[in-house]
């Protein structure tokens, strides 16, 4: 895959965590295409985490290079790193992903601060926001409420909305659904996926559940990837 | 929009960050307190005498005279011979003289002999005249009016008699002239409320029986006798005067100081409370350092409520750099943060300050007579608060710079 259909590329990439010898991430080849969702199934300990914090430019590889939306994010200065995650990526975590005492539409609207082209691309970002929750199957007025306030599983909501706002051509999931029953995580992700695909964003989910595998077009090994396994994509 | 999110993140935490703010509200309220009985002191103090253009008397030290003239603290070192004070009297620059004899006591208060026009030329806290509260002022010479700390102390009424000690700490007293309260007069502020005043004449006829400070065995003058007699004193301790036109008032003091026939010494009451003020100001400068250092340990204290805080806000803050926020926004929220609560609190000790006075003001002109005035901030009140939201915006870098190393470091992830 070449850098114009691929949003996500790592070649040659090492890392090891200063101070921990015993732990390190060797990825030889691992490539996203344009509006594909990937499953990325690992056992916890695999390096997940720090495969992610790799392509969120949060750490940086000590060999090799991780290129997102055609940028060799090493390139950049750590300042312009941050910006660049704003503009190009919407995560979302397992859990504990909203500022507690902020409203749900501060909470959505955070990356947007961030991320001036994102905030570009928004015409009117609290309609935008508000579309996005009913969407997601929120309740009218919890735009409003106090995150905090809300259930597990619509915290999830508002973070999904959270990455998708501005249409980020990448959106990074960590475990989302692990905090969530099998009956709402099965709708999480279905609203999940209808809204990626479309903003045309690229969704890269990470789980070590392997039963979500139905969703996606792909399904990736964290073991396949890493230098051990020579995996060949 | 972050700075909604760090009051948000502030109200969230409502109970520290409260305790916070009003343990610096109470520092700030206190600072600004001390300024005020400060400023309200030396207000008070310089106000003790006004009107008064120059205070003359023997020949000693400004301030000396000024104690003793003013304040009856000490004792004159010499006296003002009569035929100097009415040639003084009788200078054409002079508009009024009032004469002042002390060197009696009652208790453990001065007795000061003086005329009438003192309860009329002896004026205090801009131009403020004395007033009697009680009763008149003295009519017949046997006559005293008793200043309010004296009525207070010793419990006294209209028409209670009085027994003038000779000297000031003796056991003599001139016991066979008693004299009858006529009145009282209301709280000053001034050394006037711990004062017996007595017609000039008076202290003339308590000393007629007497010679070289002893009474005269065998030898008492009947009241009435000495109601008729005509009394001038040989001397008076000092007197208060006041020019016709303020532009003589160097002039007059120029030839009151070169005296021929009498070593004298003219004062300006203004120069010599100042004067006075610098001895007696060393305790304002140390009041001024304890409170400031009140306000350091409260500032030092959100410093510390901030440390404790971080670590259950980490993940508060990787959150924000999940979203894109650099550590340096990180840093900037905190030290927001801080400039909230120092401001929050120093607008809340103003608060608590003029609270304080509003109760506390008549209670201070009534027991001390410090007269704390209400009025809004003054510019180095103003500086004073700024300086304060600025001081916990920079003790708040500490926290903030090792907010900013930890997020650099946990990035998204928080690892606890």
Same mark, same amino acid.
């Given at each position: 895959m070449d850098s114009d259909t691929s949003i996500l590329s790592l070649s040659g990439v090492r890392y090891h965590w200063p101070g921990r010898a015993s732990f390190g991430l060797d990825i030889p080849d691992f490539q996203l295409a344009r509006s594909e969702s990937v499953l990325l199934l690992g056992e916890s300990g695999s390096g997940k985490s720090t495969l992610l914090s790799l392509i969120c430019g949060t750490i940086t590889a000590d060999q090799g290079t991780v290129t997102v939306a055609g940028r060799d994010i090493a390139s950049l200065t750590a300042g312009k790193r941050d910006r660049f995650r704003a503009e190009h990526i919407g995560l979302i975590f397992q859990q504990f992903n909203l500022l507690p005492y902020a409203s749900v539409l501060d909470n959505i609207l955070l990356p947007l601060r961030f991320a001036p082209l994102r905030r570009?691309?928004?015409?009117?970002?609290?309609?935008?926001?508000?579309?996005?929750?009913?969407?997601?199957?929120?309740?009218?007025?919890a735009i409003l409420a106090q995150a905090g306030t809300l259930s597990v599983g619509q915290q999830q909501?508002?973070?999904?909305?959270?990455?998708?706002?501005?249409?980020?051509?990448?959106i990074v999931a960590d475990e989302p659904t692990s905090a969530l029953d099998a009956a709402t995580q099965a709708t999480f992700l279905d609203l999940l996926f209808a809204q990626a695909r479309?903003?045309?964003?690229?969704?890269?989910?990470?789980?070590?559940?392997?039963?979500?595998?139905?969703?996606?077009?792909?399904?990736?090994?964290?073991?396949?990837?890493?230098?051990?396994?020579k995996a060949t994509l | 929009m972050i700075l909604r999110l760090a009051l948000g993140s502030l109200i969230a935490r409502a109970l520290t960050v409260g305790m916070t703010i009003l343990a610096i509200a109470l520092s700030v309220a206190l600072f600004l307190g001390v300024e005020k009985v400060r400023t309200g002191a030396k207000a008070s103090f310089a106000d003790t005498i006004s009107g008064t253009d120059l205070i003359v008397g023997a020949r000693s030290g400004a301030v000396q005279l000024l104690l003793y003239s003013v304040f009856r603290i000490g004792n004159a070192t010499n006296n003002l011979t009569w035929e100097s004070y009415e040639d003084i009297a009788g200078r054409p620059e002079v508009d009024w003289i009032v004469p002042i004899s002390l060197g009696d006591s009652h208790r453990q208060f001065r007795v000061m002999g003086t005329t009438t026009a003192f309860f009329e030329r002896y004026k205090y806290r801009a131009g403020q005249s004395l007033a009697v509260q009680d009763g008149a002022v003295m009519d017949d010479i046997f006559d005293a009016v008793i200043g309010a700390d004296v009525a207070a102390t010793l419990g006294y009424s209209i028409d209670d008699p009085i027994v003038v000690a000779h000297g000031l700490a003796s056991f003599v007293a001139h016991d066979n002239q008693p004299f009858r309260v006529s009145g009282i007069l209301e709280k000053t502020g001034t050394p006037v409320d711990r004062t017996v005043i007595v017609s000039l004449e008076a202290i003339e006829a308590i000393h007629l029986d007497w010679s070289s400070g002893a009474a005269i065995p065998g030898q008492s003058?009947?009241?009435?006798?000495? *109601?008729?007699?005509?009394?001038e004193p040989q001397a008076v301790t000092a007197a208060l005067i006041g020019v016709k036109s303020r532009l003589q008032v160097f002039g007059l003091q120029r030839s009151i100081n070169e005296y021929a026939q009498e070593p004298l010494l003219a004062i300006l009451p203004g120069v010599a409370l100042q004067e006075l003020w610098q001895i007696v100001g060393i305790a304002e400068t140390a009041l001024i350092a304890v409170s400031g250092m009140v306000v350091v340990t409260a500032l030092i204290g959100m410093m510390?409520?901030?440390?404790?805080?971080?670590?259950?806000? *980490?993940?508060?803050?990787?959150?924000?750099?999940a979203m894109g926020a650099r550590p340096r926004v990180i840093l900037g929220l905190l030290v927001i943060e801080a400039a909230v609560m120092a401001a929050v609190g120093a607008v809340l000790g103003l608060g608590l300050l003029y609270l304080g006075l509003l109760v506390a003001q008549p209670a201070m002109d009534a027991a001390f007579g410090l007269w704390l005035p209400i009025?809004?901030?003054?510019?180095?009140e103003v500086w004073v608060l700024l300086g304060v939201v600025a001081a916990g915006a920079i003790v708040s870098m500490v926290p903030a710079l090792r907010a900013y190393r930890l997020s650099l470091s946990d990035g998204m992830m928080v690892k606890i």
């Amino acid at each position: 895959m070449d850098s114009d259909t691929s949003i996500l590329s790592l070649s040659g990439v090492r890392y090891h965590w200063p101070g921990r010898a015993s732990f390190g991430l060797d990825i030889p080849d691992f490539q996203l295409a344009r509006s594909e969702s990937v499953l990325l199934l690992g056992e916890s300990g695999s390096g997940k985490s720090t495969l992610l914090s790799l392509i969120c430019g949060t750490i940086t590889a000590d060999q090799g290079t991780v290129t997102v939306a055609g940028r060799d994010i090493a390139s950049l200065t750590a300042g312009k790193r941050d910006r660049f995650r704003a503009e190009h990526i919407g995560l979302i975590f397992q859990q504990f992903n909203l500022l507690p005492y902020a409203s749900v539409l501060d909470n959505i609207l955070l990356p947007l601060r961030f991320a001036p082209l994102r905030r570009g691309r928004v015409a009117s970002p609290r309609d935008t926001a508000r579309r996005l929750c009913l969407d997601l199957g929120l309740p009218e007025d919890a735009i409003l409420a106090q995150a905090g306030t809300l259930s597990v599983g619509q915290q999830q909501r508002v973070a999904a909305a959270r990455a998708l706002i501005g249409a980020p051509p990448l959106i990074v999931a960590d475990e989302p659904t692990s905090a969530l029953d099998a009956a709402t995580q099965a709708t999480f992700l279905d609203l999940l996926f209808a809204q990626a695909r479309a903003s045309g964003s690229t969704l890269l989910m990470v789980s070590h559940d392997a039963r979500l595998n139905v969703h996606f077009d792909r399904v990736v090994q964290m073991s396949d990837v890493t230098q051990s396994a020579k995996a060949t994509l | 929009m972050i700075l909604r999110l760090a009051l948000g993140s502030l109200i969230a935490r409502a109970l520290t960050v409260g305790m916070t703010i009003l343990a610096i509200a109470l520092s700030v309220a206190l600072f600004l307190g001390v300024e005020k009985v400060r400023t309200g002191a030396k207000a008070s103090f310089a106000d003790t005498i006004s009107g008064t253009d120059l205070i003359v008397g023997a020949r000693s030290g400004a301030v000396q005279l000024l104690l003793y003239s003013v304040f009856r603290i000490g004792n004159a070192t010499n006296n003002l011979t009569w035929e100097s004070y009415e040639d003084i009297a009788g200078r054409p620059e002079v508009d009024w003289i009032v004469p002042i004899s002390l060197g009696d006591s009652h208790r453990q208060f001065r007795v000061m002999g003086t005329t009438t026009a003192f309860f009329e030329r002896y004026k205090y806290r801009a131009g403020q005249s004395l007033a009697v509260q009680d009763g008149a002022v003295m009519d017949d010479i046997f006559d005293a009016v008793i200043g309010a700390d004296v009525a207070a102390t010793l419990g006294y009424s209209i028409d209670d008699p009085i027994v003038v000690a000779h000297g000031l700490a003796s056991f003599v007293a001139h016991d066979n002239q008693p004299f009858r309260v006529s009145g009282i007069l209301e709280k000053t502020g001034t050394p006037v409320d711990r004062t017996v005043i007595v017609s000039l004449e008076a202290i003339e006829a308590i000393h007629l029986d007497w010679s070289s400070g002893a009474a005269i065995p065998g030898q008492s003058t009947p009241a009435d006798v000495i *109601r008729q007699m005509e009394l001038e004193p040989q001397a008076v301790t000092a007197a208060l005067i006041g020019v016709k036109s303020r532009l003589q008032v160097f002039g007059l003091q120029r030839s009151i100081n070169e005296y021929a026939q009498e070593p004298l010494l003219a004062i300006l009451p203004g120069v010599a409370l100042q004067e006075l003020w610098q001895i007696v100001g060393i305790a304002e400068t140390a009041l001024i350092a304890v409170s400031g250092m009140v306000v350091v340990t409260a500032l030092i204290g959100m410093m510390a409520t901030i440390f404790s805080s971080l670590n259950e806000r *980490r993940r508060e803050m990787a959150i924000f750099r999940a979203m894109g926020a650099r550590p340096r926004v990180i840093l900037g929220l905190l030290v927001i943060e801080a400039a909230v609560m120092a401001a929050v609190g120093a607008v809340l000790g103003l608060g608590l300050l003029y609270l304080g006075l509003l109760v506390a003001q008549p209670a201070m002109d009534a027991a001390f007579g410090l007269w704390l005035p209400i009025e809004p901030p003054s510019w180095r009140e103003v500086w004073v608060l700024l300086g304060v939201v600025a001081a916990g915006a920079i003790v708040s870098m500490v926290p903030a710079l090792r907010a900013y190393r930890l997020s650099l470091s946990d990035g998204m992830m928080v690892k606890i």
